[in-house]
Every structure is written in structure tokens, then in C-alpha cells.
């Protein structure tokens, strides 16, 4: 009997360690490349490794199990499919994954696969705890598909993509506040959403996947967008009053300072940057550029740049607005920034008028504009505190000058005059 078990047990260590030794036989073979998991995250889930080395031939496969029958089901059935799929051809397979948390017992799953350097992906969103796999239908009302289409389009920049129903998209996963899709599973064809801009169609069991944070302002590409700039500032009283408009409505402005100003209101300019807002450059001393030779022209700029240094270091200015919006082929042939003027002038500095300036503005406002106003007078402020409610009540969202032209696709030139963007 003895002798039969110290057999038996021989036997079981000789199988084991061949089985053991085997596996690292192969490892030892993969190109380090396909050794190492190159994706850092993987919060959830025992990493399984299948190697398989063969003449002309190397797969190498990282994949997540959960110990959740049907979880891991699915992901085998990709594997398997990816090794059988693989079975007739030569070169290398190489499978690296990524899992995430999502609180609440919900995971996201992206398989990163590499078939001879044609690189696609798998993605999933599971409920760990009911052992399901979650699909957009349960995280979306079904009125979301058009939302979605005009985001896609947007971030694809060609032909519209129509989706029949929800269940179409199935390759998608969640990521920090994101909704990553891949409309074929090619790399090219990743789009990357912001949950927040899908916020109204997120079904409310899924709503503790959004950020929490309100004062994070998220640009919707698909949605009217506008840029209010403020000239000749900054102003204690005024400049004050329109910052704490935009912070309360989670809005943005560009305020083309006067380099002369700066020193004295460190503090707004300090609060305008960590509000979001923009700051360009309106010369130091509001003199006329047209009026000036090419030394004492980057002598304005350079002085402002000097005076907006000593507040912030790091701060990269990038418009200039000339003074009086006067501009000459001088001024564009020596200006080594996008010269930045309007499409909607209130004229608030000679009208002092609250509701001219809000009439004009309500009355010219489109996608794309840039509306002209001064940060000098208090019914320029008191236009401020009615036009941003009333206009993201209809629908507008405010951005800076730069996020506008970046939004809408074009790209800044130095010496180009810009008016609005569309
Ligand atoms: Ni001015």
C-alpha cells in the first residue's frame, strides 16, 4: 500500500511538474513582447495565460477569469474563437487585456488583440454580481441613438453612422466617465464619449457611473456653441461680477487684458485661469497697432507677456485682439499670433445701455459667434448676468475663443484675422 502511494504521488509530482514545466518551456520561447502584459490596469479579475509555440507559429494570450460561470464564459468563447480563427495561419497572436472597477459590482473587460500587427478589440461591461453581461440597452433609454449618431459623426468627420437600435452596439465599454465604442473592432474606429454629454439618457440604476463633480465643464461638440470676450479689462467691480455669472452657470469667457492692468488685479487674473476662462492679449498700453513700427509692435506684445508672467509662469497666451479691431497688412504681416475680432459688436462702451446690448446679442446670436463686449462698465456686466441663463436656456454653451475654433475643427494661424467660427 505504501509502496502504491509513494507511486502514485511520484507520478502526480511528474505530471504536475511536466505540465508546469511545459508552460514555462513555451514562455520561455515568446519574444519578450509578448511576455509581458504591456497594460498596467487590471483592477479585477486572476490573469490566465494560453501559450502555444509552434515552428511558424506564436500565440500568446492574456485574458481575465472571474470565477463567474457565464463571464467567463464569454470571454473563453473570444479566446477560443481567436485561437481556432488562428489554427491555418503563420506569424504571431498576441492578446492583452484591461479590467476596470466600476463600482457597485459592475467591471469593464477590453481585450487588446494583435493578429501580425493588425491590432483590434473585444470590449465588455459585466455585473459581477448577477454574473451578466450588461448591454447599452440596459445603461441608455433607446432615444439616446440619435444623440450618439451626432457625437459619432462629429468624432468621425465623414459619413453619417445609422444604427438601427442600441443593440447594434455591443463592443463598448465604460472607462472613467467614458463610453468607449468601437464601430468595427479596428483601432481607427475607437470613439471616445464623455457620459456627461449622454447624462439625460442614462437609465438611473447607472447614474452613480457619472461624475459627481459639477463644476466639470464638458464641451458638446454637437451642441450651438459661443464665445463671449471681454476687452480693456480687467475691472474690480465689473470683471468681478462677470466671473461670478460664469461660475455660476459652469460657463467660460475670453478677456483680451491690457498688459498696463495687469499688475494691479493679480487676483482676477488669477481667478479667471483657474476658472477656465481665457486671456489673450489687447497690447500693454491700448495703443494702435497700426501706428506703430515693427520693434515697438513685439515690444507690446512682449511687455504684456512680461506682465502676465509675473502672475502665472506657465500660462501660454495665444490670441491677440487689436486694438479697435484695426487692422492693416503691416499688422498681419508682423503679428506672430491669430488676430482675434468679432461677428457681434453690442458697441456696449458708448451705448451703457443693459438692454441694447442684450437685444443686439439676442438678436445676431448663431453657432460660431464671437461676441465683442467690455469689461469696464457696469451695464456691461449687467447684460452678462441676463444673456448667459438666457442663452444656455436656448440651448448655447459658452467656450473660450480657442476651445470654439478647436471645437469646430479649424486651426489658428499667426497673422490670420478671425470673426467668428463656423
Ligand atoms: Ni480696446
Redesign the pocket.
Known sequence: MKKFLFASGLILIVIVSSIIGNYYWKYSKLPSEMKNPSTTEKELGKQMHHVTVKKEKLISIYYPKFFHDHIDSCIHAVVDELIHDFEDEKGKLYVDYSSYDLKEGYCSVLLTIEKNGIITHRAWVFDLEEDTVITMHDIFSSDVLSKLEALIEYEKKEEKQVFSSLDEIENYYLYRNELILFLESEEENRITISLALLEPWIQSSFTHLLINDIDVRIIDPTKPMIALTY??GPHPQVTERILNVLKENNSVATFFVLGSRIANHRSLIERMIAEGSEIGN?TFG?QDMRKLDKKQLNEQVSAWQDALKEVDATYQMKLIRP??GATNDFVVKNTSYPLILWSIDTMDWSRKNCDAVVETVLSQVKDGSIILMHDMYDSTAEATEILVPELIKRGYQFVTVSELFEAKGIELEAGHVYHEAN
Open positions: 476687452d480693456d489687447h491700448h486694438t479697435y
